[in-house]
């Protein structure tokens, strides 16, 4: 089985979307600074898709784009459109809510779930052996608390955003460790993973 793995982009002052974010402006005011690295491939003309960037970037994002499932909230969901109902080329995307939409029917990829171990346990078995990916910052906040989340990948981009929505802020007094498993050296960013220590 794969593992659950937090996927985020974030500034070196630790935001991961600029102020002002919202439905039209997903990622906040400048906020798209943070993914530039995933945009420097060559387009590939299939509505919006990146293509592969070149290097360690690339390498970094063959591993993300073997996603065999998508778990989110709908704070993340939502101002992104909701990826148009299809993140990763048909896999399953399980969306936490505790008011599900009747989007279902028009998107069927897309599940609300309302526990976020319920939907990391729907979200293992949907991906098999391949990993799970998570995205938004209340959705790894939640999955830390509860003990499903087992990696963290942070894509740190060297920029001070200086306001915006914070990765880790309400994680409450708990400490939690994190096993250092690699650093790469991007074009642009560092791609920094870790293990979530049990």
């Known amino acids: 089985m794969g593992a659950s793995v937090l996927y985020m982009s974030m500034s070196l002052d630790g935001f ?44 970094v994002m063959d591993e993300v784009m073997e996603t065999g499932a998508v778990v989110a909230g709908r704070g993340t969901f939502e101002p992104a459109g909701g990826w148009g109902g299809d993140h990763h080329d048909g896999v399953p995307i399980f969306i936490l809510s505790r008011s599900p939409e ?20 729907a979200a293992r078995e949907a991906a098999g052996k391949k990993d799970v990916l998570v995205h938004g910052a209340g959705t790894a906040q939640l999955a830390l608390a509860a003990g499903v989340l087992d990696e963290v990948q942070i894509h740190l981009v060297p920029v001070l955003l200086g306001g915006g929505r914070p990765l880790f802020e309400n994680l409450g007094p708990d400490h939690i460790e994190l096993e250092p498993v690699r650093v790469l050296e991007g074009e642009g960013v560092t791609h ?3 293990r979530v220590a049990s």
């Open 16 to 59: 991961i979307a600029g102020p002002n974010e919202g439905p039209g402006n997903g990622l906040g005011d400048g906020g798209e600074r943070l993914h530039e690295w995933i945009f420097a491939g060559p387009p590939t003309g299939e509505g919006g898709v990146p293509g592969r960037p070149p290097g360690v970037n690339g390498t």
């Open 102 to 121: 009747d989007e279902e029917a028009r998107w069927p990829l897309v599940t609300y779930v309302s526990d976020v171990a319920e939907a990391m346990a």
């Open 192 to 194: 920094l993973r870790y």
